[in-house]
């Protein structure tokens, strides 16, 4: 991949709550926006606002499921600040609300069953 291309995915991933505009990316790689642009979508088959946007959502959906934060504290986190945009970006790529994915993965952890020693039982300590 292009070094100029992973260099602006590093600033990407960096610090998701820093309002990381389109020239300012191209500066940080002294290309025009445009030619970002085109270049950043022959590399990664996305423009880099998409791209940024499943970022976040990525690390709203890895949030949702290892922290107790509430959707608002988890929008500060990624930088967003407009919960309907959020709730139907989320919904748009994982097919539920934040709320929804929370709820069901919860669900999901409680139902695990305990890990199984079955190596303990076979083993001649257990003789």
């Given at each position: 991949?292009?070094?100029?291309?992973?260099h602006?995915?590093?600033?990407?991933?960096?610090?998701?709550?820093?309002?990381?505009?389109?020239?300012?990316?191209?500066?940080?790689?002294?290309?025009?926006?445009?030619?970002?642009?085109?270049?950043?979508?022959?590399?990664?088959?996305?423009?880099?606002?998409?791209?940024?946007?499943?970022?976040?959502?990525?690390?709203?959906?890895?949030?949702?499921?290892?922290?107790?934060?509430?959707?608002?504290?988890?929008?500060?986190?990624?930088?967003?600040?407009?919960?309907?945009?959020?709730?139907?970006?989320?919904?748009?790529?994982?097919?539920?609300?934040?709320?929804?994915?929370?709820?069901?993965?919860?669900r999901?952890?409680?139902?695990?069953?305990?890990?199984?020693?079955?190596?303990?039982?076979?083993?001649?300590?257990?003789?």
């Open positions: 991949m292009d070094q100029r291309i992973l602006v995915i590093t600033l990407m991933q960096r610090d998701l709550q820093t309002e990381l505009s389109l020239d300012k990316m191209a500066r940080s790689v002294h290309l025009s926006p445009w030619h970002l642009c085109r270049l950043f979508k022959a590399e990664t088959g996305l423009p880099p606002a998409r791209y940024l946007k499943i970022l976040r959502m990525q690390q709203a959906k890895a949030l949702l499921e290892t922290t107790f934060l509430n959707v608002k504290e988890i929008m500060n986190k990624i930088g967003l600040n407009d919960e309907s945009h959020f709730v139907r970006d989320f919904k748009a790529i994982y097919g539920s609300t934040p709320g929804q994915h929370r709820s069901v993965h919860l999901a952890a409680h139902r695990r069953p305990e890990p199984r020693q079955e190596w303990l039982m076979n083993s001649k300590f257990s003789q």
